[in-house]
């Protein structure tokens, strides 16, 4: 194992990331002139606080920031290694933390997953948000069925988002992760709200999956299209 890997695993290394981490997506938070369509996207939400906001993997880094500090939310992270970073970040950033992940087969079946899947049900009951990924791990844009499930099973309703920045850079991995860079334009849209009834069958649920999937992806080529397109004058 290599110096840098071993350091690298290391706990004060990555807090050390991820302190850093997170005062830079403030910075860039506090360096972007913000969108937001709708203008109303943050009375409309409190109006149904607690809900599920719900992002597209590697789309996301700019979420704890759009929080409104009286905002209670918590956050799904992956108990990957390098979750743990991500962790820290959110936290130094007022978010909480819930560890663990869906699966391939829609649902969070395996024991982790059910610890999870219970954590953010009770965060949901006790008044908390809870912000995460919809796809499903290692599949960028498809989303899983487990989120839909918790609207199921929480009665709370689901808020496809996006954010944008003008000035980014987008890695070349599986969900094309983007780096939101400062002193550019950024946008925050937000899909009409989803709610999964607790009847829902089979085939509802699925059809609550599918229409997610349509408004992130709706969601977010919006988003893309307000930071990019010509600035007047220029």
Request: glycine share 10%.
């Amino acid at each position: 194992m290599g110096l840098w890997r071993r350091i690298g695993q290391q706990r004060w290394a990555k807090v050390t990331v991820g302190v850093a981490a997170a005062e830079y997506l403030r910075f860039v938070g506090m360096t972007t002139r913000f969108t937001l369509e709708p203008t109303d996207v943050y009375e409309r939400g409190e109006a149904d606080m607690p809900i599920i906001l719900a992002f597209w993997h590697g789309q996301h880094l700019l979420a704890p920031v759009a929080r409104k500090i009286e905002h209670r939310v918590n956050m799904l992270v992956s108990r990957h290694r390098d979750g743990e970073i991500n962790a820290v970040a959110a936290e130094r950033l007022g978010v909480g933390i819930i560890r663990g992940s869906g699966n391939h087969g829609g649902g969070f079946v395996h024991k982790a997953g059910v610890a999870a899947f219970q954590s953010m049900l009770d965060s949901l009951a006790e008044g908390s948000s809870i912000a995460l990924s919809a796809d499903v791990p290692k599949v960028a844009r498809v989303v899983g069925l487990g989120i839909i499930k918790l609207a199921q099973a929480s009665g709370r309703p689901i808020y496809p988002s996006a954010i944008a920045t003008s000035r980014r850079v987008v890695l070349d991995n599986w969900d094309r992760t983007t780096i939101n860079l400062p002193f550019g334009r950024g946008a925050g849209v937000a899909a009409e709200p989803i709610v999964v009834p607790a009847d829902a069958d089979d085939d509802a649920l699925e059809a609550a999956r599918q229409l997610l999937e349509d408004r992130l992806n709706a969601a977010t080529r919006r988003a893309y299209e307000i930071v990019d397109q010509p600035q007047r004058g220029h």
